[in-house]
Antibody, heavy 120, light 109 residues
Framework: EVQLLESGGGLVQPGGSLRLSCAAS????????VNWVRQAPGKGLEWVSA????????YYVDSVKGRFSISRDISKNTVYLQMNSLRAEDTAVYYC?????????????WGQGTLVTVSS | EIVLTQSPATLSLSPGERATLSCRAS??????LAWYQQKPGQAPRLLIY???NRATGIPARFSGSGSGTDFTLTISSLEPEDFAVYYC???????????FGQGTKVEIK
């Protein structure tokens, strides 16, 4: 059974940093890209970042470029999202999501989400 | 940047009725469009990919159509569990990304 489990969310001050983790199981981890998608309270979905199966390629939405960094540890079946210089507008539930097929940007399995709140 | 516009914002229907949801892209996305269902407090669920292909385990009452800039998600006969918010999403290989529409809420009339 495919499972994705996010952790690392919490309350952080503007300008602060946070690292999210996404622990994956139930599929061949290195064969699929993993994405982060966020949802601000009461709002729609926004794709944030993706990392290829090998970890060699990474992609970001323009609003987080230079502030967020995605990585993966294949030995731990885990993807990370390092978030720096956080802003109030980054407040959201962050989901990790597996590609339906590699770099398809369609997401067939999602975690339960972790809430990031940026506030003073 | 491609923008997806969904309509209507809210659809009020009764169980057993047919639901027709629209998604319009600001420029052609070929057939690279997906539909998701999201219920309160839950993660989204992939329903349709590449405009008309049902994802694994999705009931046949869900169908997708369209290409280019105009797409439709049809639920042939609404079940009680189908009342939710539906998002369309386009995929792009360059720049690599997956942009979502703003959502359509299907509510019980």
């Amino acid at each position: 059974e495919v499972q994705l489990l996010e952790s690392g969310g919490g309350l952080v001050q503007p300008g602060g940093s946070l690292r999210l983790s996404c622990a994956a199981s139930g599929f061949t981890f290195s064969n699929y890209a993993v994405n982060w998608v966020r949802q601000a309270p009461g709002k729609g979905l926004e794709w944030v970042s993706a990392i290829s199966g090998s970890g060699a390629s990474t992609y970001y939405v323009d609003s987080v470029k230079g502030r967020f960094s995605i990585s993966r540890d294949i030995s731990k079946n885990t993807v990370y999202l390092q978030m720096n210089s956080l802003r109030a507008e980054d407040t959201a539930v962050y989901y990790c999501a597996k590609d339906y097929y590699h770099l398809s940007y369609y997401f067939d399995y999602w975690g339960q989400g972790t809430l990031v709140t940026v506030s003073s | 940047e491609i923008v997806l516009t969904q309509s209507p914002a809210t659809l009020s229907l009764s169980p057993g009725e047919r639901a027709t949801l629209s998604c319009r892209a600001s420029q052609s996305v070929s057939s690279y469009l997906a539909w998701y269902q999201q219920k309160p407090g839950q993660a989204p669920r992939l329903l349709i990919y590449d405009a008309s292909n049902r994802a694994t385990g999705i009931p046949a009452r869900f169908s997708g159509s369209g290409s280019g800039t105009d797409f439709t998600l049809t639920i042939s006969s609404l079940e009680p569990e189908d009342f939710a918010v539906y998002y369309c999403q386009q995929r792009s290989n360059w720049p690599p990304r997956g942009t979502f529409g703003q959502g359509t809420k299907v509510e019980i009339k």
